[in-house]
Nanobody, 117 residues
């Protein structure tokens, strides 16, 4: 069973930066490598949304709300996915999760990012 563990969240002032990490276990490197991975977020009272995605070949795609500020990357050898978040805004406050894009694995606990104004 695949397990996803997100880390790196915390409290940050508006305009600041944060780097999130996601470690996948319980799957082989070859399985991890072929999947499109994404970072999702869920703000209080809102649905979970996909904010960034990265293919096995490291092609990336971003939601309009984070384009130009967030950068997703991956290390297939380590089965890790990262999200570099710059120029953070209060509206980026949410619990952030990583998972496959499409038919997701089970969700991890997420990591809380709180951006103060």
């Amino acid at each position: 069973q695949v397990q996803l563990v997100e880390s790196g969240g915390g409290l940050v002032q508006a305009g600041g930066s944060r780097r999130l990490s996601c470690a996948a276990s319980g799957t082989s490197g070859s399985i991890f490598r072929i999947n499109v991975m994404g970072w999702y977020r869920q703000a209080p009272g809102k649905q979970r949304e996909l904010v960034a995605a990265i293919t096995s070949g490291s092609n990336t795609n971003y939601a309009d709300s984070v384009k130009g500020r967030f950068t997703i990357s991956r290390d297939n050898a380590k089965k890790m996915v990262y999200l570099q978040m710059n120029s953070l805004k209060p509206e980026d406050t949410a619990v952030y999760y990583c998972n496959k894009v499409g038919a997701q694995w089970g969700w991890g606990q997420g990591t809380q990012v709180t951006v103060s104004s």
